[in-house]
């Protein structure tokens, strides 16, 4: 398939601007060819001939495909820890790569060429959501860096401008004493 940037390009900047597992070396992000990825797996089998005919089934360990659910696609993985019960199908493996986005479109699944930018932009807002940072600049407060009382004062105004453009100033449903705003429950109740 082909691809604006060279996929060793590509894993070069992931690998320089993401890291390595320093006990394995490996790379903790890349983007592999889905049908190249094979692995030894323990699973019950069923073997058919091709005119489909069953043979036989047996558990047995087996070098398949390891991404049989997509199809001539690059794929972004992570280096991920396997958990302990997945292990024993794996044949004790500890890490393996995981798949995290397969380069075609979401609706029509069409071919998408990989992209450092578009691997960095995926990469740093999963890393966003997990609290870990990233290159992007994340949500950053406008309060920071004001000081409280004015930052109160500013709130104040502005939570008074929205009761008053959803209610109005006759609605009945505030009243207002200096700064403090009391809101009536349906049973006429004072809240405070």
Do not use: H
Request: proline share 3%; aromatic share 12%; glycine share 6%.
């Amino acid at each position: 398939m082909e691809t604006s940037e060279k996929i060793e390009t590509i894993n070069k900047f992931l690998r320089r601007k993401y890291g390595i597992d320093t006990v394995t070396g490996r790379e903790m992000w890349k983007v592999v060819w889905s049908e190249d990825e094979l692995e030894w797996r323990y699973d019950t089998y069923t073997d058919w001939t091709t005119e489909g005919i069953f043979i036989r089934e047996v558990t047995e360990n087996r070098y398949v495909k390891r991404f049989n659910y997509i199809k001539d696609r690059y794929v972004l993985v992570n280096l991920q820890g396997i958990p302990i019960e997945s292990q024993d199908q794996l044949n004790g493996v500890k890490l393996s790569y995981e798949p995290v986005w397969t380069f075609e479109t979401p609706k029509t699944c069409q071919y998408l060429p990989p992209a450092s930018d578009a691997c960095e932009f995926i990469i740093d807002t999963i890393y966003s959501k997990l609290g870990r940072g990233g290159t992007r600049k994340k949500y950053s407060d406008p309060r920071d860096g004001l000081d409280t009382e004015e930052t109160l004062k500013q709130e104040r105004r502005k939570v008074d401008e929205i009761i008053l453009e959803l209610f109005g100033e006759d609605s009945g449903i505030t009243e207002k004493y200096g700064d403090t705003v009391i809101l009536k429950n349906r049973n006429m109740e004072t809240i405070q």
